[in-house]
């Protein structure tokens, strides 16, 4: 059975760095690709940085360029999100999903693209 389980989240000051851990399990990620959401409150769900699995190739959404990065390790099945100079508005939900094939490209970083989901780990940025 598929399954992400996310970890990672917690509180942070405005400034400061957080690596969210993605741990996939019954399902190679050499096939897939990988994606990073997050939803703040009454805010829909917006694409974050997704990775392809078999090459590495990585987009970002234009809120987190040069303040995340994206990475797998395949050996262990798991996939990274570093975040620095975190801000207040870089507080929501944060959410990796798979899919094997999504229909937007494997840069994709529309929501729904993407067919399995972890349960979130939630990211509060505040002095």
Aim: charge should be neutral; aromatic fraction near 12%.
């Amino acid at each position: 059975q598929l399954q992400l389980v996310e970890s990672g989240g917690g509180l942070v000051q405005p400034g400061g760095s957080l690596r969210l851990s993605c741990a996939a399990s019954g399902f190679t990620l050499d096939y897939y690709a990988i994606g990073w959401f997050r939803q703040a409150p009454g805010k829909e769900r917006e694409g974050v940085s997704c990775i392809k699995g078999s090459d590495g190739r990585t987009t970002y959404a234009d809120s987190v360029k040069g303040r995340f990065t994206i990475s797998r390790d395949n050996a262990k099945n798991m996939v990274y999100l570093q975040m620095n100079s975190l801000q207040p508005e870089d507080t929501a939900v944060y959410y990796c999903a798979a899919d094997p094939s999504p229909p937007g490209g494997w840069t994709s970083l529309r929501q729904y693209d993407y067919s399995y989901w972890g349960q979130g780990t939630q990211v509060t940025v505040s002095s």
